[in-house]
């Protein structure tokens, strides 16, 4: 799981904060979900400039998942 959340992050902070809106936006319900339990990871264990990065992906998973999103990954029983 580490290894996978370490790959994550690598990939989110790779884009530029003009792509990920677009990025987002290509996502379905349930990958929102998942995009979202990563983010949470990422603000849980946060590596070098890499908080702002996942701040703005967290903004932009918001505007498309809504509050539910949010609902469903913090009273998920599954974890990443």
Do not use: C
């Given at each position: 799981?580490?290894?996978?959340?370490?790959?994550?992050?690598?990939?989110?902070?790779?884009?530029?904060?003009?792509?990920?809106?677009?990025?987002?936006?290509?996502?379905?319900?349930?990958?929102?979900?998942?995009?979202?339990?990563?983010?949470?990871?990422?603000?849980?264990?946060?590596?070098?400039?890499?908080?702002?990065?996942?701040?703005?992906?967290?903004?932009?998973?918001?505007?498309?998942?809504?509050?539910?999103?949010?609902?469903?990954?913090?009273?998920?029983r599954?974890?990443?």
């Open positions: 799981q580490e290894e996978a959340h370490g790959m994550v992050l690598k990939v989110l902070t790779s884009f530029r904060s003009s792509e990920i809106e677009q990025a987002v936006s290509s996502l379905d319900r349930s990958d929102i979900d998942l995009l979202m339990k990563y983010i949470y990871k990422g603000f849980e264990q946060p590596t070098e400039n890499s908080s702002a990065i996942v701040l703005q992906w967290h903004e932009k998973a918001l505007a498309v998942g809504v509050l539910g999103s949010i609902v469903r990954v913090l009273t998920s599954k974890t990443v």
